[in-house]
């Protein structure tokens, strides 16, 4: 596939970033990615990791999405919290997913749900912190690391103040911080807010807080029309997961 005339590898390349769904590294630059299969797992510069949205089509549920993440060789999976919430309802418990992850060889690296942590309305967005708040900590028994923070419910107009919501991503950062992970400010293409990567790199900033963080998805990237070489401008602090998928170059941008 080309995004504007640019194979999206070269496009990477050329941002400085590392291709593939992956989980960047802690340091601030993103080293030379070996190519040699033999290289060590202590070298590895990312990860790779499987977002269980590809597969949601074929409702395997939780714990078959574990097994064909580990069966397809994947380092870690990125489950929707409402695949997790179906598992617990059905009976199991948190521990136990947790421990089939853990022995399948994976690790939780983020996870996707869709509160509405965002949006303009108080009494929503109150409903919306909490709801972020128990998904948050669900997400933490099984040992994960991040939650997509996407504008969920602020998708339309009008445009929010960047200033407000900055505000509004640092009290989730502070609340994501006292239960053990980071929560990502999450770019959404389609959406009239935080759909374009400087909306969302300007926010993080402003937040002031140590953690911080843009979730990039190369499609969402395309359709809001962002261009992908401004990736180059974040390290891998700020930028800690980039979903990497197929599209057709000649889909409609906002």
Same mark, same amino acid.
């Given at each position: 596939?080309?995004?504007?005339?640019?194979?999206?590898?070269?496009?990477?390349?050329?941002?400085?970033?590392?291709? &593939?769904?992956?989980? #960047?590294?802690?340091? =601030? !630059?993103?080293?030379?990615?070996?190519?040699?299969?033999?290289?060590?797992? $202590? +070298?590895?510069?990312?990860?790779?990791?499987?977002?269980?949205?590809?597969?949601?089509?074929?409702?395997?549920?939780?714990?078959?999405?574990?097994?064909?993440?580990?069966?397809?060789?994947?380092?870690?999976?990125?489950?929707?919290?409402?695949?997790?919430?179906?598992?617990?309802?059905?009976?199991?418990?948190?521990?136990?997913?947790?421990?089939?992850?853990?022995?399948?060889?994976?690790?939780?690296?983020?996870?996707?749900?869709?509160?509405?942590?965002?949006?303009?309305?108080?009494?929503?967005?109150?409903?919306?912190?909490?709801?972020?708040?128990?998904?948050?900590?669900?997400?933490?028994?099984?040992? &994960?690391?991040?939650? #997509?923070?996407?504008? =969920? !419910?602020?998708?339309?107009?009008?445009?929010?103040?960047?200033?407000?919501? $900055? +505000?509004?991503?640092?009290?989730?950062?502070?609340?994501?911080?006292?239960?053990?992970?980071?929560?990502?400010?999450?770019?959404?293409?389609?959406?009239?807010?935080?759909?374009?990567?400087?909306?969302?790199?300007?926010?993080?900033?402003?937040?002031?807080?140590?953690?911080?963080?843009?979730?990039?998805?190369?499609?969402?990237?395309?359709?809001?029309?962002?261009?992908?070489?401004?990736?180059?401008?974040?390290?891998?602090?700020?930028?800690?997961?980039?979903?990497?998928?197929?599209?057709?170059?000649?889909?409609?941008?906002?």
């Amino acid at each position: 596939m080309n995004m504007n005339g640019l194979s999206r590898r070269n496009a990477l390349a050329q941002a400085g970033l590392l291709v &593939g769904a992956v989980v #960047a590294g802690e340091k =601030a !630059g993103l080293p030379t990615v070996s190519l040699n299969p033999a290289t060590q797992e $202590a +070298e590895r510069p990312f990860r790779y990791c499987l977002n269980t949205a590809t597969i949601r089509g074929q409702k395997l549920g939780i714990v078959k999405e574990i097994e064909v993440t580990a069966r397809a060789g994947y380092d870690a999976i990125e489950p929707w919290v409402g695949s997790i919430q179906d598992y617990v309802q059905n009976g199991g418990t948190l521990t136990e997913l947790r421990k089939r992850i853990s022995e399948s060889g994976l690790t939780v690296e983020s996870a996707i749900g869709f509160p509405e942590w965002i949006v303009e309305d108080d009494i929503r967005r109150a409903k919306g912190m909490e709801r972020a708040k128990r998904e948050m900590d669900t997400v933490a028994q099984l040992g &994960g690391k991040r939650f #997509a923070a996407p504008p =969920a !419910g602020a998708t339309d107009l009008p445009k929010l103040d960047l200033m407000k919501a $900055a +505000e509004r991503y640092r009290a989730l950062l502070e609340a994501g911080e006292q239960i053990g992970l980071v929560p990502q400010l999450e770019l959404w293409g389609s959406s009239k807010n935080l759909g374009r990567l400087g909306e969302c790199i300007c926010v993080a900033m402003e937040t002031g807080h140590r953690n911080a963080c843009v979730l990039a998805d190369v499609f969402h990237l395309y359709k809001g029309g962002s261009d992908v070489r401004g990736m180059r401008l974040l390290g891998g602090n700020a930028l800690q997961v980039l979903d990497l998928n197929d599209f057709r170059n000649d889909l409609p941008r906002v």
